[in-house]
């Protein structure tokens, strides 16, 4: 058990060392020049009862720092006024276009239906994909997304963020989820190993989506329409990251524990599709983690070599910390990083229940 414990030990250390040292020390670039400005955008959003939504965060997006831009505004079969609140914004912005949607037999509650007709609507080659619950941090979100794109970078993995409530355990178990995650994904790709994104904010070029054949090799599942068309088209040499904290795409978080697990079934349930070796990394890491504290707790418990799994542990921990702190202040939200070591151990369990839950019985429908 000791040795399950070192090794799991040593594990999680190759991985912040190798994996996610890079983003984390890599320093908050905010006065990165930008260049772009002259490449049409086509900034693309699917909803699906989001009429609130769209009142309060469509503003922000419309007042961009940027002249060359359409948006195109899917209605995915709502049943509220998302529809009519569309139409009133492309009446007053020429450049404002809606697809409206309707639901379909065959992909009935498939967002990736209706985000392939809106695609397809698309004026521009250079597409920036967001939600309706997403208002962007800064004026400039376009122009630093839009300015990583080059003659080989054609698929930008951007960051996006939930929003801070204060006195809430399950936001801080939220934000502290989604910064792991950005920082998963975020490093694996600056690395060479890019495998998702998230819709939120990710933009990539046309091209890009014709080439794998739209979302045609998963059309059938709930979700994917980022993170299954990112690790199914996005290599080493196509993919880059967005890490300018004016590029982050803030969101609004889910309230209660039962909606956020609800949420996080439907996300997880795309990671059995990824290609085989990312999963064995990811798998990797999440067993470390699991593995670590787990025997750590039955040596404490049972008095096995006390001294060194308790020095083990706080060193560890300690380096987590650390890098913790490093990304979380990259990512924009630094404020939990001392809560870390409790946070992961209410994340992995969650985690392993959502695994169970999800074995047991799959989401069917993204709203």
């Given at each position: 058990?000791?040795?399950?414990?070192?090794?799991?030990?040593?594990?999680?250390?190759?991985?912040?060392?190798?994996?996610?040292?890079?983003?984390?020390?890599?320093?908050?670039?905010?006065?990165?020049?930008?260049?772009?400005?002259?490449?049409?955008?086509?900034?693309?959003?699917?909803?699906?009862?989001?009429?609130?939504?769209?009142?309060?965060?469509?503003?922000?997006?419309?007042?961009?720092?940027?002249?060359?831009?359409?948006v195109v505004l899917i209605n995915?079969?709502?049943?509220?006024?998302?529809?009519?609140?569309?139409?009133?914004f492309a009446a007053l912005n020429?450049?404002?276009?809606?697809?409206?949607?309707?639901?379909?037999?065959?992909?009935?509650?498939?967002?990736?239906?209706?985000?392939?007709?809106?695609?397809?609507?698309?004026?521009?080659?250079?597409?920036?994909?967001?939600?309706?619950?997403?208002?962007?941090?800064?004026?400039?979100?376009?122009?630093?997304?839009?300015?990583?794109?080059?003659?080989?970078?054609?698929?930008?993995?951007?960051?996006?963020?939930?929003?801070?409530?204060?006195?809430?355990?399950?936001?801080?178990?939220?934000?502290?989820?989604?910064?792991?995650?950005?920082?998963?994904?975020?490093?694996?790709?600056?690395?060479?190993?890019?495998?998702?994104?998230?819709?939120?904010?990710?933009?990539?070029?046309?091209?890009?989506?014709?080439?794998?054949?739209?979302?045609?090799?998963?059309?059938?599942?709930?979700?994917?329409?980022?993170?299954?068309?990112?690790?199914?088209?996005?290599?080493?040499?196509?993919?880059?990251?967005?890490?300018?904290?004016?590029?982050?795409?803030?969101?609004?978080?889910?309230?209660?524990?039962?909606?956020?697990?609800?949420?996080?079934?439907?996300?997880?349930?795309?990671?059995?599709?990824?290609?085989?070796?990312?999963?064995?990394?990811?798998?990797?890491?999440?067993?470390?983690?699991?593995?670590?504290?787990?025997?750590?707790?039955?040596?404490?418990?049972f008095f096995v070599k006390p001294?060194?799994?308790?020095?083990?542990?706080?060193?560890?921990?300690?380096?987590?910390?650390?890098?913790?702190?490093?990304?979380?202040?990259?990512?924009?939200?630094?404020?939990?990083?001392?809560?870390?070591?409790?946070?992961?151990?209410?994340?992995?369990?969650?985690?392993?229940?959502?695994?169970?839950?999800?074995?047991?019985?799959?989401?069917?429908?993204?709203?």
């Amino acid at each position: 058990m000791f040795y399950v414990f070192v090794s799991a030990a040593v594990i999680q250390l190759f991985y912040f060392i190798f994996i996610f040292r890079k983003v984390s020390f890599r320093g908050i670039d905010k006065n990165k020049p930008l260049t772009k400005e002259s490449v049409p955008v086509s900034v693309v959003i699917c909803a699906k009862n989001e009429a609130q939504n769209l009142k309060n965060n469509l503003p922000h997006i419309l007042n961009q720092n940027y002249k060359l831009f359409e948006v195109v505004l899917i209605n995915d079969a709502s049943s509220d006024e998302t529809l009519d609140v569309m139409e009133e914004f492309a009446a007053l912005n020429s450049n404002v276009k809606v697809v409206n949607v309707s639901n379909n037999e065959t992909f009935w509650g498939n967002k990736k239906y209706a985000l392939t007709l809106g695609i397809k609507a698309t004026t521009n080659d250079y597409l920036l994909f967001t939600d309706a619950d997403c208002k962007p941090s800064s004026a400039n979100w376009i122009i630093e997304m839009v300015n990583c794109f080059s003659a080989d970078k054609t698929i930008i993995l951007g960051y996006s963020p939930y929003e801070r409530i204060k006195n809430s355990l399950v936001n801080m178990l939220v934000r502290f989820e989604t910064m792991l995650t950005g920082l998963q994904y975020l490093s694996y790709a600056d690395i060479g190993i890019p495998y998702m994104g998230v819709g939120r904010n990710l933009a990539y070029h046309k091209s890009e989506f014709f080439k794998a054949k739209g979302f045609i090799n998963h059309m059938k599942l709930l979700s994917g329409d980022d993170d299954l068309f990112v690790n199914q088209a996005a290599t080493k040499g196509n993919a880059t990251i967005c890490t300018n904290p004016e590029s982050f795409m803030i969101s609004v978080p889910k309230r209660t524990f039962k909606d956020w697990f609800k949420q996080k079934r439907r996300h997880v349930s795309t990671a059995s599709y990824y290609k085989l070796s990312h999963k064995l990394l990811l798998g990797t890491y999440y067993l470390s983690k699991l593995l670590f504290w787990f025997t750590l707790i039955l040596l404490l418990a049972f008095f096995v070599k006390p001294v060194w799994t308790i020095s083990i542990a706080v060193a560890l921990i300690f380096i987590k910390i650390i890098f913790y702190k490093q990304a979380f202040k990259i990512l924009g939200d630094i404020s939990i990083w001392w809560l870390t070591p409790i946070l992961e151990v209410f994340l992995i369990t969650i985690q392993f229940a959502i695994f169970i839950t999800n074995s047991l019985s799959k989401p069917t429908h993204w709203k």
